[in-house]
């Protein structure tokens, strides 16, 4: 059984909240912080675990209003690991939505799409 | 002749120079200016300061969201860069400020870099200024798959990101301190009408 992660998100932080008994994968808000890297220390350890423990049909929902490019390189690097717990033979998916007016937030989830073979939905909200 | 007088000081005389000072920021068509220590406290609070008066004057979102990407670019790049003795010498303080003119919102920071910077600086620049937004799409992908984020130098991706979202040729000034340091000033430029 994977440990929850609960993240509570801040002004410059996104909140994260991976917990499998709810089945919820999900990061929301800002992502500007101070360090990127240990900022989303636990998420790629979580992930790390999942790789051991592959858990099928999970969903992972970004829901950013914001990140920074440091950030971006973060994110990639988790859409990367999700892929490749995904070409090791575990069905997942990723939705990244994005507020219907926001072009820049579009591309990005689109250009990440280009990026990964994991089923990736666009949302727009 | 009384130097302190040709200064905006504390002049026990008269407050006119902090008057003067008042007007010369409304005619230069400035809204904020921050010179000192930057930190990501100061960044979140200059940041929030910022869309609140944007939220006042009702801006186009799109316009606020490039204003408000850049800023985190501009102002995490001092303070990530700061060196230890940035307020060792007295008036080479790091500076952010955003303006408006008709045409556009404006901002500029300056801060001391190493002289050894430069060169990988210039070229991403310039790199940058040439290319279009495809291109800048392009060598954005790239960089971010290829490059070292944690890089202190500056030559990393968010130049790139800020000339994408200013959609505008990004201005910079190198001018030389000592053998070893230079201020490096970047001004972006965000239209009005986007």
New interface residues.
């Given amino acids: 059984m994977l440990k929850e992660l609960n993240i509570v998100g801040t ?2 932080t996104p909140g994260i909240i991976f917990d499998s008994q709810k089945n919820v994968f999900e990061l929301s808000g800002r992502s ?1 912080p ?1 360090d ?2 240990s900022f989303y220390k636990p998420v790629i350890e979580w992930l790390d675990e999942l790789e051991k423990n592959p858990i099928e049909n999970l969903e992972f929902s970004f829901k950013l209003d ?1 990140f ?3 950030s ?2 973060l994110i ?1 690097d988790i859409l990367l690991k999700v892929n490749d717990i995904f070409s090791d033979g575990t069905p997942m998916k990723i939705k990244w939505h994005f507020l219907a ?4 937030l579009e ?1 990005a989830g689109e ?1 990440f799409s280009e ?1 990964v073979e994991v089923p990736f939905e666009l949302v727009a909200y | 002749m009384d130097n302190q007088t040709n200064k905006i000081t504390a002049n026990p005389k008269s407050l006119k120079y902090f008057y003067d000072f008042h007007k010369l920021m409304e005619q230069s068509e400035i809204i904020m200016v921050y010179a000192g220590e930057f930190s ?1 406290a100061l ?2 609070t200059l940041l ?1 300061f910022t869309e609140r008066k944007f939220n006042v004057e009702k801006l186009e ?2 316009v606020k ?1 490039k204003i ?2 850049i800023m ?2 501009m102002l ?1 790049n001092i ?1 990530k860069n700061a060196l230890d003795n940035d307020h060792a010498i007295t008036g080479n303080s790091p500076i952010f400020m955003i303006g408006e003119s008709s045409d556009f919102y404006f901002l500029i920071s300056s801060n001391k870099i190493s002289n050894l910077n430069i060169p990988a600086l210039k070229n991403r620049i310039d790199e940058v200024n040439s290319l279009d937004s495809e291109g800048l ?1 392009q060598l ?2 790239e960089v ?2 290829n ?1 070292s ?2 890089k202190v130098g500056g030559a ?3 130049v790139i ?1 800020m000339a994408r ?1 200013s959609e505008n040729a990004l201005v910079y000034e190198f001018v030389r301190l000592n053998d070893e340091f230079s201020m490096y000033s970047l001004l972006i430029r965000v239209s009005r009408n986007v």
Avoid: C, H
């Fill in positions: 002004e410059d500007l101070e990127v890297v914001y920074n490019t440091a971006s390189k990639l007016m926001d072009k820049d591309e250009e990026l | 990501q960044t979140k929030s979102d799109n969201r408000y990407n985190v670019e995490q303070s799409k954005y992908k971010r798959i490059g984020f944690s990393g991706i968010g990101d979202k």
